[in-house]
């Protein structure tokens, strides 16, 4: 049986958590997605996230990982921008 949508749990830092107001978010994408594509996803509903689209780090599964890493059921998803403070 071919999965037609995969759950991942995005969690949110810095500006995607100031755009979006809460912490955490869960998604739905099409199957063999890369990580990049929930970035992309969160500009086009946030266009002043464009800012750091070139500037994120991606995570899944507590594992710092490139955009092109492809997601599965399930995965947690954090975006890192830079954040600056001390």
């Not at 086009?44 to 599965?72: C, M, S, Y």
């Amino acid at each position: 049986m071919c999965q037609s949508a995969i759950t991942v749990t995005v969690k949110l830092f810095a500006a995607y958590q100031e755009a979006y107001q809460v912490p955490e978010l869960v998604l739905e994408f099409p199957p063999e997605s890369p990580v990049a594509a929930v970035r992309d996803h969160l500009i086009a509903e946030h266009p002043e996230l464009h800012q750091w689209r070139e500037l994120t780090r991606f995570g899944v599964n507590l594992t710092f990982v490139e955009g092109d890493t492809i997601l599965h059921d399930g995965d947690e998803v954090v975006l890192i921008p830079p954040v600056s403070g001390g």
